[in-house]
């Protein structure tokens, strides 16, 4: 019998700055042009504020504290362990944005762009004119919320084993878990004029400084029993099979504030479902490991990430919502071969396969697209969800069906292959080569599955020579130059009024380097 404690704890402090914008512009007013709408050679548009920033200045602070405790006991033919363990964080973070020295430089050429974009919809126009704001009136928000999340769990769980027979071996587990998650929020904005200058704080984000604490406290529990049965059998001296089917859960949350109106407040939790089959077996007398896996997943609850309109602001935010039920299945390979004729050669290869998509599920932006494919409008020409009429977003538009649709950057195929080997030179130094093949196929963006990143092919090598406590390599990475990009998304192009486009992660091209350690 074994009695085993475990705990610790961990404090840590942060400063972060990023810049979301993924282009040259920055701190650019919203621009829409309406058109002759005072009569041929008229040209209307509006340019308003406040300028949006994209970029962000926090300051952080968490801990966390974590302890378990757990019994195990074992005998001949079977082995039981029960436990339990406790685990508590809280994390505060604070915008300290303030408005850049080069502010009213970037908002005047910024304005300025957006105006010679609206001249050029009519150069032939006699009369141009802003219903919006003028350079002067336009301002900046930057955020100075306050932002505290604290969660607690509990946990216990227990685990039985016991041997049928010589060759087999089955096992239960369990665990439940009991988890609180609380989210406080304190609003507030700094509002700063044309020339930079601070003009207040603003606590309602309606762009007028106040002096009323805007605050919120939200909490949620959530609880889950997640069991493990797990059968081994073993079939020769080199060959092991098992069977495991396993439930687990990934936690539930909050999302910003600001979303709350539109029923986007708490995302709940994901939990998922998993069968998997395989064999693991040593061959060749050793020489050669093949393990073969297959893999049957369901997820319900699933948390997909969207963009929504929040009215009252006419911002673009993201938010979790639980969308759908989701089914993964696929299978994985693993072989890795010590070519008995040349010592010192290994060669390994892996291929797996996943094959996703939704059961059921609807989306927002799927509407959207649906709406707008009949007649090329926004108007919510497949129904309201509210019976309503159509709100200039559309944000009432019936959600479209996403069942069938593949799960968002997740590839279908992945392969990789390569080959090491070593070779003493002398009684200290010996040779080393390396060189690897990597393969992953296209992934979808998003659940609409209509755009998408490219298949990528890496070709990596090296050379190199080691002693005990010495290592020299000289390496070359992606040697064919691949440039499909790592990962895309969608983002707002605020140099262009706002529209919705992609943005691409681009890989590192063709690198060569040198790497040297050494072991004391």
């Known amino acids: 019998m074994t009695l085993t404690w475990i705990s610790g704890a961990n404090d840590s402090s942060s400063e972060g700055k990023g810049d979301f914008a993924y282009n040259p512009g920055s701190l650019n007013p919203f621009s829409v042009l309406l058109g002759p709408i005072f009569g041929p050679g008229s040209n209307i548009y509006v340019i ?3 300028v949006v920033d ?32 406790f685990f508590k964080s809280k994390s505060s973070s604070i915008g300290v944005r303030q408005a850049p020295s080069n502010f009213a430089a970037t908002v005047e050429a910024g304005f300025n762009q957006h105006v010679a974009a609206m001249l050029a919809q009519c150069p032939d126009c006699g009369f141009h004119f802003n219903l919006g704001d003028a350079l002067e009136d336009l301002t900046m928000s930057a955020d100075r919320s306050r932002r505290i999340g604290q969660r607690e769990n509990a946990a216990i769980f ?12 089955v096992s239960a587990e369990a665990r439940y878990a009991w988890e609180r998650v609380t989210s406080t929020t304190y609003v507030e904005e700094a509002i700063y004029q044309y020339q930079g200058n601070f003009v207040g704080l603003d606590h309602d984000r309606d762009g007028i400084p106040d002096s009323d604490m805007n605050s919120s406290v939200r909490q949620s529990t959530f609880h889950s029993v997640n069991p493990r049965f797990t059968a081994k059998f073993q079939a020769s001296d080199d060959v092991n099979l098992y069977l495991v089917a396993a439930r687990g859960t990934k936690p539930g949350g909050f999302n910003n504030i600001e979303v709350a109106s539109l029923g986007l407040d708490t995302y709940e939790e994901e939990s998922v479902w998993s069968f998997e089959a395989g064999a693991k077996s040593t061959l060749m007398d050793g020489h050669l490991i093949f393990n073969i896996a297959i893999y049957h997943n369901t997820i ?34 693993e072989a890795v071969l010590a070519v008995e004729s040349i010592p010192g050669l290994v060669l390994n290869a892996n291929y797996a396969y996943a094959d996703s998509n939704f059961l059921e599920g609807t989306d927002i932006n799927e509407g959207k697209l649906l709406d707008v494919l009949d007649d090329n409008r926004v108007n919510c020409s497949t129904g309201t969800v509210d019976g309503e009429d159509c709100q200039t977003t559309a944000d009432n538009v019936l959600p479209g069906s996403i069942v069938g649709r593949a799960l968002p950057r997740a590839p279908k195929h992945m392969f990789n292959m390569g080959a090491n080997y070593t070779k003493a030179i002398n009684d200290d130094w010996s040779v080393v080569l390396n060189a690897n093949l990597s393969y992953e196929s296209k992934k979808f963006v998003q659940v609409h599955n209509l755009a998408w990143t490219g298949s990528a092919t890496l070709v990596n090598a090296s050379i190199g020579v080691e002693t005990e406590n010495i290592r020299l390599v000289v390496w070359g990475k992606n040697l064919t130059d691949e440039n499909s990009v790592v990962s895309a998304s969608r983002f707002a192009d605020e140099t262009k009024s706002f529209q919705r486009n992609f943005m691409g992660n681009p890989r590192i091209g063709r690198q060569f380097g040198v790497t040297g350690t050494y072991k004391f």
């Open 54 to 85: 994209f970029a962000a200045d926090s300051k952080g602070d968490s801990w966390d504290y974590s302890t378990e405790l757990r019994l195990a006991y074992e005998s001949e033919g079977w082995a039981g362990l029960i436990g339990g363990d």
């Open 300 to 333: 319900s609850g699933y948390q997909l990430t969207q963009a929504v309109v929040i009215p009252t602001l006419n911002e673009t935010t993201t938010a979790v919502d639980n969308t759908g039920r989701v089914r993964v299945k696929g299978i994985e390979l």
């Open 48 to 50: 308003s504020g406040p």
């Open 158 to 169: 227990g685990m039985v084993e016991y041997d049928v027979m010589d060759k087999l071996t």
